[in-house]
């Protein structure tokens, strides 16, 4: 784990990247802050985290690092070692994580759960939607900082998702008082959707998903396909992380809009 810190004092602030191993946008994009550093008005730390993992260029060596926190210092598995490292170098602060997916091109933030803090941040931030996964937070990020947005940053291994990382990053550190750059101009509210159920995702040798994310998909239609097997919901919902080839056991999760942040 590298870790790298801008102005003098603790700083209560962090962005993390590469917590996946094959999620290089995060890494990409700090390194390029870091090569041209901006003026801070306060102390903000950048950590790389699983460097062996982005090495491999692998999800994870052992054991997903997003699903292993709080972590155990005396555990057999790189990963669970690692977390424990990385929360400590979290707790107490405001975080930003840098991700990408197979699902989506834009951006789209995810919460534990919105606190005012990250109300007034995110619509600060060039992100589609916000996701509270506060049903779901059991071994990730959330866990040990609450305070933290997950930023899923664009295509995996894309150059948008590494440009679109540095822009975000950008817009955090102007967002929490870190430096005084500028903010994007938002034209209209940002939706705020509450993760549910998974998607289910039978074993087969081709899948085809026809669901929009994070736009409203009506009940009785067909979600996704599994060879010639549809799928179909008995309820409209709003399809996040919906993808053919992102998970190996669910095409994504279902969502309901519940709200908006001005």
């Known amino acids: 784990m590298r870790v790298e810190q801008l102005g003098d004092g603790a700083p209560e602030i962090v962005v993390v990247g590469g917590i996946h191993g094959d999620e290089p946008c995060g890494p990409d994009a700090i390194e390029a802050i870091l090569a041209d550093p901006p003026a801070v008005q ?39 070692r690692l977390a424990a490292e990385l929360a400590d170098e979290l707790r107490g602060c405001t975080v930003l994580g840098l991700h990408s997916t197979q699902s989506y091109d834009g ?29 779901a937070n059991e071994g990730r990020i959330f866990s040990v900082a609450p305070e933290t947005i997950e930023v899923e940053c664009g295509y995996q ?68 396909a599994a060879d010639d097997e549809q799928l179909v919901s008995d309820e409209s919902f709003h399809p996040v992380l919906l993808s053919a080839e992102g998970y190996e056991d669910v095409f994504g999760y279902t969502a309901d809009h519940v709200g908006v942040l001005d």
């Not at 052992?62 to 709080?70: G, S, V």
């Not at 789209?108 to 939607?129: K, Q, T, Y």
């Open 107 to 135: 951006m789209f933030a995810l919460v534990g759960e919105l606190s005012p803090e990250l109300r007034d941040i995110l619509p600060n931030l060039s992100v589609d939607a916000v996701v509270e996964t506060e049903a």
């Open 157 to 224: 291994g894309s150059p948008e998702a590494a440009e679109n990382a540095e822009q975000v990053i950008r817009e955090f550190l102007a967002a929490t008082g870190v430096t005084n750059g500028e903010l994007p101009a938002r034209g209209e509210s940002l939706p705020v959707f509450q993760l549910g159920d998974p998607i289910p995702k039978a074993a087969a040798d081709q899948y085809e998903v026809y669901a929009r994310n994070f736009e409203e998909h009506p009940a009785g239609e067909p979600i996704a």
């Open 42 to 80: 306060r102390p903000v730390k950048f950590i790389v985290a699983n460097e062996e993992a982005l090495e491999a260029g692998e999800r994870y060596l052992e054991t997903d690092l997003n699903r292993a926190f709080p972590g155990d210092p005396d555990s057999a598995l790189h990963e669970e």
